[in-house]
């Protein structure tokens, strides 16, 4: 199957536990380069396309419009079903908004996924699955094997939230908590980020994604924001192969913005003590890679 690269780790996980063969596709700012996929679908047939256009994580990207045609139009052509996982489009802070997948598709041949925990309630775990009959009717089967049904009582109260029509005031609460939580970590990553550490500032979604210094060493970094109170993804973890270049997915939504500056401030300081140009052989070993 083809995926992204960098893609959503626990979505590799799955794929990989069910048996799934990974080939990746590069990203850019415009997300995936569908301009890669062709060859890709000729050369290897995939079974399915996994991808996450809008707000991507763990890079926060945005497939454009354009990408966005010329990928329904290949996976049309190859009769190769698309996976949309869109968990992030509701929470834009900026920009236009673009159109689904989904909704740019005329054959049926796109899956929509979403879930109601990023927007609502993160302990809400409900998603949900817009698809052609047949694909839903299977996959409820096979989710019966997992958990038998989901909740009733947490679609009892999703069905409340929004019949009672408190949707609408909801998300424009959480958009304005998180664009402002947004602008901090940006402040703060302009103004503590030292040379040679790039970023992007999303338009919307939870995440930064980082590139960092060929020098930092990657476990000693792990070691040192752990002992300064800082939590980041790996993005390492977000590849089918660990590359060489040094990644960190940082998440703004859980913090006040006070405390996402302290956090990022802390960071850096971290990343200049994992900065070992010429002592290698001082790094701490680690046998698992590390998901804090």
């Not at 949309?84 to 908004?97: A, K």
Request: charged residues 20%.
């Amino acid at each position: 199957m083809v995926l992204e690269e960098p893609s959503y780790f626990g979505a590799m996980q799955v794929f990989r536990a069910a048996g799934a063969r990974l080939v990746g596709v590069p990203t850019d700012a415009d997300g995936m380069r569908v301009d890669l996929l062709e060859s890709i679908l000729e050369h290897r047939r995939p079974k399915l396309i996994y991808t996450l256009p809008t707000f991507q994580n763990p890079s926060g990207a945005v497939l454009s419009l354009e990408r966005r045609r010329r990928l329904i139009e290949l996976a049309a052509r190859w009769q190769v079903p698309v996976l949309e996982d869109d968990p992030y489009s509701d929470l834009r802070y900026d920009g236009e908004p673009l159109p689904s997948l989904k909704a740019l598709d005329v054959t049926g041949g796109v899956l929509y996924l979403s879930t109601f925990s990023k927007v609502l309630f993160p302990g809400l775990r409900l998603g949900f699955l817009v698809a052609p009959r047949a694909v839903v009717r299977q996959l409820a089967l096979i989710k019966q094997l997992v958990d038998l049904h989901a909740s009733s009582v947490a679609q009892y109260l999703l069905d409340a939230f929004f019949t009672d029509g408190l949707y609408p005031a909801h998300l424009a609460r959480v958009r304005a908590v998180y664009r402002e939580r947004r602008d901090a970590m940006a402040a703060a990553l302009e103004r503590h980020a030292p040379p040679g550490v790039t970023w992007n500032c999303p338009q919307g979604g939870f995440y930064f994604w980082l590139r960092l210094p060929a020098h930092v060493d990657r476990a000693r970094l792990v070691a040192r924001a752990a002992e300064a109170g800082v939590a980041f993804l790996p993005g390492w973890s977000c590849y089918r192969d660990a590359p060489e270049e040094t990644t960190i997915r940082l998440n703004f939504s859980y913090l006040p913005p006070d405390r996402l500056a302290v956090g990022v401030k802390r960071l850096f300081q971290a990343v200049a003590a994992a900065s070992l140009p010429g002592h290698r052989d001082e790094t701490p070993e680690v046998s698992t890679q590390p998901i804090v």
